[in-house]
């Protein structure tokens, strides 16, 4: 063999090596672009699972209820285009058949929209946290920014849900040990807090709550100082 032919060879085996070493790093980024993927989306799909199975039912609406079903859906499709393994696909299946609880009705009587402080400390910090996930989203443009505006909205609305209900139990705490006297200013404090910051009517049997109690509250300090008044005269009697 020539030393033109041997050179020929050699760079005819450069050129195939090179080649193959092209191909193989190819594969292996598109492997990695393929597990950063997954990552990203099992990520995303195991915030919004959080979110839906942990928000509280008495400050879940319709809409908020509504988009989290739609996310996951979507994020588990694009998920198994990646990966469409028996386990994904019945991953999957489980995920998008459990719907988020159906909002609680506010219940009849009660002054506050949750059962007590604790709840109403883990229900400001899951809503503070949904804010920043949608802001996330909309920063990624991964939705209608119209929808993660409105959504914004609720969650600064449901921040200040439940700062009224934790006044409400601080107000009844304060009521048990001074008296109704000192802890009615902080019942109308409330109530005009409440008033001021209803969202599309979300807070209308909470508010008639407040104020049928603070109304009771008013007449039963104005009894106590009304020497005429029923209980204060069979008291003298007595």
Known sequence: MTPAETGFVIIIVVITLAGAAFVVQSLENQRQQK???????????????????????????PQLAEFLSHYLTAQWRKLLTLDNSAA????????????????????????????????ALKAAAMSKELAAWLKNLANRNR????????????????????????????ALEYQAVK???????????????????????????????????VTELEASIQDAKD??????IEEQEG
């Open 179 to 213: 008296g109704p006297k000192p802890a009615l200013h902080q019942f109308k404090n409330c109530l005009h807090t409440l008033e001021r910051i209803d969202h599309r009517h979300f807070t209308d049997r909470q508010i008639y709550e407040l104020r049928t109690y």
């Open 143 to 170: 939705q209608s920014a119209s929808t993660i505006s409105e959504l914004l909205k609720y969650c600064h609305y449901c921040v200040q849900q439940v700062a009224v209900d934790g006044l409400v139990f601080d």
């Open 35 to 61: 597990r950063s993927a997954l990552r990203a989306l099992r990520a995303d799909i195991r915030y919004a699972e959080q979110i839906r199975d942990g928000f509280p039912s008495e400050l879940m609406s």
């Open 227 to 232: 020497p005429a008044s029923p209980d204060n």
């Open 88 to 119: 994904m696909q019945n991953a999957a299946k489980a995920s998008v058949s459990q719907q988020p609880a159906p909002p609680t009705p506010y219940k009849a009587g009660s002054l506050t929209r949750l059962h007590d402080k604790d709840q």
